[in-house]
């Protein structure tokens, strides 16, 4: 008797994918790359941007893409404009802003990062963390790890 062979996973294309078409189409929500940081900083008022990873690796990008939206329309007029991570670039672009867990919802007002809610959360969680941080008049201040290597 031949062995079943496991089920082939879809593979996602954001460019197609009907929760990134939403995001893009229904929610207003734009792209930006590295090439393109430029554009997304220069937009003005308060920003709702979402820093995902490719959904091929990280199934938690498609919940964001469905998050996303609803957190902006929980916030209503305060949020001028919504944005995403080219999902390629994601981690990169997330890691100028120290966010080290993914997918998550950062606010910024004009160029200046405000901070980020990480990972997946319950709403009411979101909608604090992202109350709190659009409240902010800066970001939080950088700070740089300097491992040590110790002799043991």
């Not at 003005?44 to 939206?69: Q, Y």
């Not at 919802?105 to 604090?128: C, H, K, N, S, T």
Request: glycine residues 10%.
């Amino acid at each position: 008797m031949a062995k079943p062979k496991p089920p082939v996973e879809a593979v996602v294309d954001t460019a197609v994918h009907p929760l990134f078409a939403r995001l893009r189409e229904e929610a207003g929500f734009a792209e930006f790359s590295g090439a393109t940081l430029e554009t997304m900083l220069e937009a003005p008022g308060l920003k709702m941007v979402l820093f995902a990873e490719d959904p091929n690796l990280r199934r938690e990008t498609l919940d964001i893409a469905v998050i996303g939206p609803e957190l902006r329309k929980a916030l209503g007029a305060a949020v001028a404009s919504g944005w995403y991570t080219a999902v390629s670039e994601g981690r990169a672009l997330g890691a100028r802003y120290g966010i080290r867990k993914f997918p998550a919802v950062a606010l910024f007002r004009g160029a200046e990062y405000l901070g980020a809610a990480e990972g997946l959360m319950g709403w009411d969680e979101y909608i604090q963390a992202l109350v709190e941080i659009g409240a902010r008049e800066k970001g939080p201040s950088r700070t740089i790890a300097i491992l040590q290597k110790t002799e043991d």
